[in-house]
DNA sequence: TTCTCTACTGTGAACGCTCACAGAAGCATT
DNA sequence: AATGCTTCTGTGAGCGTTCACAGTAGAGAA
């Protein structure tokens, strides 16, 4: 616990201040720093020894010069804007990033992409080798950036299946078909047969995977397709709201709404209290993400819970291996139906 | 446009490579580099022109080894772990430090120190000289890290006022009890006058400001302080629903709550909702914050707003001057009412 | 002319680390 | 004894910058 700082608060140790400090060489300290291999027990002992008295930390600057590698990982928005502030996913998949990464001691450095000019920054600084690898987060397809790293050969792994490029990225994505299923199913066996759907944005992979698992079930069951029974949103809770007005229009017989997000899911609710349909007497509401804004709506939501811990330690996983040589894969986590009032 | 980068993927180019390409010494494209002084117009147009083509990126990592400088921040969440997710004030901070950082081209590190093993690392990290300076979110007093550093001589900059350390730390905050003093007033000028409030937590800032504002008002307004109307959260959701139980139980004749933040607010609007009092009529709810929550409630929320954009410009202003040798500062600034339904 | 001053430019030496290499032991095999 | 191995250790070189310093050239003053 004591640092020998004694007096001067100038200039940290170097490496060569501990190989004196333990009577050995540079080599034989950056041996031991480095994984320890080649080096005699007793020789290990005088170097950690050496380094907690004098309180040295590795200069990383000087490593980085030298091994070409950073040893830091960026965390890439490429959202305009809203999203962030809205999405409570984002949140959790930042800090289990973060922490993921402190494990093995690599920070995270936290970029946002937002206007064209940004952008090019952004792409430029990663290309120049500032970080050894991108985590990226952004939903839409034709993501210019991700194209671009993806060309200049970034390791690069992003949180949910990007539509646009080939399939030569990695990505880590819950299993968003089989959640929907899952809803739809629970929905069904409940009684409900006029189930409709607020669905995400089509040009995101998850907007398009929910409604294949809603759709594959009512065939599955035999419950005739009615167009009347679904509208798309932007996973917003404004959209949710317009969302279940027009469903109510187009099909007031709905006794079901599976809603593709969460935060839709409490516009639903808006629409439907002020409709004067009870929840879920009348129309039972089955949500998606499992976010705050579940147990925040009333009546709390049924939602498919998506292992977001678990994505972002396969994204660092998956990513930190790719830094290590290892080629691009893809991850898909089950996600779980967590039962609550609204359904 | 056109990285003049055929073929091999191989070595970045160097100062040395656009350099030869200008036809100058290396001393000259830094200088280019560094601002531009003592350097002749044509040679500055030289060495631009040879950067374009090269396509030259200047290796931080080289830089940082010899001025010492990381040219990067930290920005320290040293929050348990709750807050991070269910404050909505950490997301519009995050990015607006980030932004207000990109424009000067510096990255942001995110560092989250939860436990006592990664307070400790990042101690470590920090005062290595990994970051040329801190952003620090906490709320709680009495918080380890930022002592650590402000001896360590880290520049640091926090968001509101810590309460434990001495005047020697740097911080932006929101003129909390200015606010609460808006909105006690404005629940008056509606001819309420058994006005109640939920605190937040009391070894915060915020908490303590706030209250402060509130009875300040009471007295001004020679309205009597009663201590039935007083109780205390912690700025949850749950913490507001218990609140304002609390509260109806030992004051049935509350006409109105000041809540010192919005999703407390939320809580208590379930509280009085499930107690059959009609928000505003027989209770009027103010808020604080005016988060996504604040619209988000029904009947929405009347509430202080904070100009987290400037808070976030600030605090990195005022970092980044501290990192070039200036003293350290507060700043306050000013909140705003926002009048929506629910007063 | 010669000197001084200013504006500009080039050059070696760091910065703190890792890597490749050369060597020194110790031990077993020829 | 000579040779191979294996394990361990020290030493120079160099990563790509910036910085201090030593120059050079040109303008103006003595």
Not at 26 to 51: C, D, F, K, M
Not at 87 to 92: A, C, E, H, K, Q
Not at 320 to 341: C, F, N, S
Request: contains cysteine.
């Amino acid at each position: 616990m004591t640092m020998s700082n004694t007096g001067g608060r100038r200039r940290p140790p170097t490496i060569h201040d501990v190989a004196r400090e333990a009577g050995v060489s540079r080599g034989t300290v950056s041996r031991v720093l480095n994984g320890g291999h080649y080096v005699s027990p007793a020789a290990q002992e005088a170097v950690n020894a050496a380094i907690r008295k004098t309180g040295y930390v590795v200069n990383r600057h000087a490593r980085s010069l030298i091994t070409g590698r950073s040893d830091s990982v960026g965390f890439l928005l490429t959202e305009p804007q809203e999203r962030f502030f809205e999405d409570p996913n984002f949140n959790v998949l930042l800090r289990g990033c973060t922490q993921a990464l402190a494990a093995h001691d690599i920070p995270l450095l936290l970029m946002i992409a937002g206007t064209e000019d940004e952008r090019r920054r952004i792409t430029r600084y990663i290309t120049a080798g500032h970080v050894d690898g991108v985590l990226l987060v952004s939903s839409h397809s034709g993501d210019p950036v991700a194209e671009q790293l993806r060309e200049a050969g970034v390791p690069l792994v992003a949180c949910g299946k990007p539509i646009g490029l080939g399939s030569k990225v990695s990505y880590v994505a819950a299993d968003d078909r089989d959640g929907a299923r899952d809803m739809v199913r629970h929905l069904l066996s409940l009684g409900r047969r006029r189930v409709g759907t607020v669905t995400g944005p089509l040009d995101t992979p998850g907007g398009v995977e929910r409604l294949a698992g809603y759709r594959e079930v009512l065939a599955e069951a035999g419950v005739p397709y009615d167009d009347n029974l679904v509208v798309s949103g932007d996973y917003s809770r404004a959209s949710g709201e317009a969302g279940a007005e027009r469903l109510l229009d187009q099909a007031p017989d709905v006794d079901a709404v599976f809603v593709a997000s969460d935060l839709m899911a409490q516009g639903v609710l808006t629409a439907l209290h002020r409709a004067g349909r009870r929840v879920p007497e009348d129309v039972a509401v089955g949500g998606f993400d499992d976010s705050p804004a579940a147990v925040a709506a009333s009546p709390e939501l049924t939602t498919i819970r998506q292992p977001w811990d678990r994505i972002s330690n396969e994204m660092v996983r998956v990513l930190l291996a790719q830094i290590g040589g290892e080629d691009p894969a893809a991850v898909i986590l089950p996600t779980e139906l967590v039962r609550r009032a609204s359904a």
